[in-house]
Antibody
Framework: EVQLVESGGGLVQPGGSLRLSCAAS????????MNWVRQAPGKGLEWVSY????????YYADSVKGRFTISRDNAKNSLYLQMNSLRAEDTAVYYC?????????????WGQGTMVTVSS | AIRMTQSPSSLSASTGDRVTITCRAS??????LAWYQQKPGKAPKLLIY???TLQSGVPSRFSGSGSGTDFTLTISCLQSEDFATYYC??????????FGQGTKVEIK
C-alpha cells in the first residue's frame, strides 16, 4: 500500500525548533518529488516547501523562507522538515504530499498530518 | 503568485442534488488544475487532475471542466459521503503552488 506517515509534531514555544519526518512506503520514494503543505486550524491549505526527487532543487514559501529547511534521505525513504524560529502563525497541521510523478503534476498521495502548536 | 478564487465558500445541498463549484485563476493556467476533497480531521484526497481527469478510484459522479482561468467541479448526484470541503489547486506556475480558499458542502 502506498503510504506516507508524518511524525514529530508537538507543542513548542515561540522561537523554538521542531523537526518533522515523513516515512514513505509502498512506492519508489527516490523517484518522486515531495512537498510539505500545512493547514492552520479552521483555515485552508498552504503549500510550504518542495524538494525534487534527487534533492537538488528546493523551494520554500515566502512565509517560511530562511526559517524552515526541507531535506530527504532516499536510502531511508524519508522526508524531513526542520523548523526553526517558530512563530504562533506556524501553528498548523503539516502534511507531506507526493508529486504525482509527471513533470508538472498534482499532489496525489498525502500523509495523515502531524500537528504543530507554537505557544507559550 | 497565481491567486485561486473559489465560489461559493459554502453551500447547502441535499442528497441527490447536482452541485457545481467554480474556481477562477488570476491568470491563465492552461489545464494545470487539480481538485481535492477533504473531510474533517482527514488529509486532502486528490479527486481530479489536469482539470478533467478523474483520479483512479474516484466515483464517476465527480467531473471537472475548464481551461485557462475558469474551472468547475461538478458532483452529479450528491451522496452522503460527499459532504466535505473541496479545494482547487494550480500547478502551472510555481513556486508557489496555490490553493483556492475551499468550498464547504453541507447538508441542507
Amino acid at each position: 500500500e502506498v503510504q506516507l506517515v508524518e511524525s514529530g509534531g508537538g507543542l513548542v514555544q515561540p522561537g523554538g525548533s521542531l523537526r518533522l519526518s515523513c516515512a514513505a512506503s509502498g512506492f519508489t520514494f527516490s523517484s518522486y518529488e515531495m512537498n510539505w503543505v500545512r493547514q492552520a486550524p479552521g483555515k485552508g491549505l498552504e503549500w510550504v516547501s518542495y524538494i525534487s526527487s534527487s534533492g537538488s532543487t528546493i523551494y520554500y514559501a515566502d512565509s517560511v523562507k530562511g526559517r524552515f529547511t526541507i531535506s530527504r534521505d532516499n536510502a531511508k525513504n524519508s522526508l524531513y522538515l526542520q523548523m526553526n524560529s517558530l512563530r504562533a502563525e506556524d501553528t498548523a497541521v503539516y502534511y507531506c504530499a507526493r508529486g504525482d510523478g509527471s513533470p508538472r503534476g498534482a499532489f496525489d498521495i498525502w500523509g495523515q498530518g502531524t500537528m504543530v502548536t507554537v505557544s507559550s | 503568485a497565481i491567486r485561486m478564487t473559489q465560489s461559493p465558500s459554502s453551500l447547502s445541498a441535499s442528497t441527490g442534488d447536482r452541485v457545481t463549484i467554480t474556481c477562477r485563476a488570476s491568470q491563465g493556467i492552461s489545464s494545470y488544475l487539480a481538485w481535492y476533497q477533504q473531510k474533517p480531521g482527514k488529509a486532502p484526497k486528490l479527486l481530479i487532475y489536469a482539470a478533467s481527469t478523474l483520479q483512479s478510484g474516484v466515483p464517476s459522479r465527480f467531473s471537472g471542466s475548464g481551461s485557462g482561468t475558469d474551472f468547475t467541479l461538478t458532483i452529479s448526484c450528491l451522496q452522503s459521503e460527499d459532504f466535505a470541503t473541496y479545494y482547487c489547486q494550480q500547478y502551472y506556475s510555481y513556486p508557489p503552488w496555490t490553493f483556492g480558499q475551499g468550498t464547504k458542502v453541507e447538508i441542507k
